[in-house]
């Protein structure tokens, strides 16, 4: 029996519209899917983007990738994640693995993919692209993301201010993800330089409980994990 084919399907950030003609197609076509589990241990944000496009004959495998950063906590769900879809696999059933946003980008697909180039290398993989935050936010927010000749950095995460106050010596733009936890210095230290007017905010980019905020809301508020912070040094381009 030959065995099934392992898809890396980017969804998109929020809108089930986003997703891409060529991933719906395959998701549609594929018996068994796979995503990351929630925090809860259900089936994450990527499962709901695309619920009303999955049918109850699919399988729907939730799997456990943790959310923490700790390698040896980190390393054993991934190895665990990757031998259970390739039971699938061995079967001779194709699988789809989503993932919020596209498959390159900071996502968890990354692990499954070098899980599987190292340890299952004969499985076929295809990998398919997603919109991205980032530029999901820069068309909610009717702005480029850079034009011309400027320079974009995208910020992960962000452990000390100078990264940032370093970033934007060469940036135009910077995007921060995984803004919740820095929000209030980093609107204390834009309101020091009187920037507060170039920082935009997004959540839950493109979905139906999306919020822009050109203007920032107050420090002390909570975001959700599902927030961007686009910072522009040329505030004329800015929509
Ligand atoms: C691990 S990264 C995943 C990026 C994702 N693969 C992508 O293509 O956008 C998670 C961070 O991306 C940002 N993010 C992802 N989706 C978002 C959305 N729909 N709205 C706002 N921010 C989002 C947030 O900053 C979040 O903390």
């Not at 992960?156 to 970033?167: G, I, N, T, V, Y």
């Not at 733009?173 to 330089?193: A, H, I, N, Q, S």
Request: glycine fraction near 8%.
């Amino acid at each position: 029996m030959s065995t099934g084919k392992l898809y890396g399907i980017g969804v998109g950030p929020g809108d089930p519209e986003l997703l891409t003609l060529k991933g719906l197609r395959i998701l549609q076509s594929v018996p068994v899917v796979a995503c990351p589990q929630d925090r809860r241990g259900e089936a994450g944000w990527a499962s709901r983007i695309v619920a009303q496009y999955l049918v109850s004959t699919q399988k729907l495998r939730a799997l456990h990738m943790p959310f923490v950063p700790e390698r040896e906590q980190l390393e054993p769900a991934w190895a665990a994640a990757a031998d259970l879809l390739y039971e699938d696999l061995s079967a001779g059933l194709d699988v789809a693995f989503i993932t919020e946003g596209d498959a390159s980008f900071y996502s968890t697909f990354t692990y499954l993919l070098g899980e599987f180039q190292t340890r299952y290398p004969h499985i076929a993989i295809e990998v398919v692209p997603g919109v991205c935050s980032p530029l999901a936010a820069a068309a909610a927010l009717h702005m480029p993301l850079v034009i011309g000749s400027e320079v974009l950095t995208v910020m992960p995460a962000m452990h000390r201010l100078a990264d940032l106050e370093q970033a934007l010596l060469h940036a135009d733009t910077v995007v921060l993800l995984k803004v919740t936890g820095v929000y209030e210095p980093v609107y204390r230290w834009l309101e020091e330089r009187e920037w507060l007017g170039q920082a935009f905010l997004v959540e839950w980019v493109s979905g139906a409980n999306q919020q822009v905020h050109r203007c920032l809301p107050p420090p002390g508020e909570k975001l959700p994990y599902f927030s961007l912070l686009v910072i522009r040094r040329s505030a004329h381009l800015t929509g």
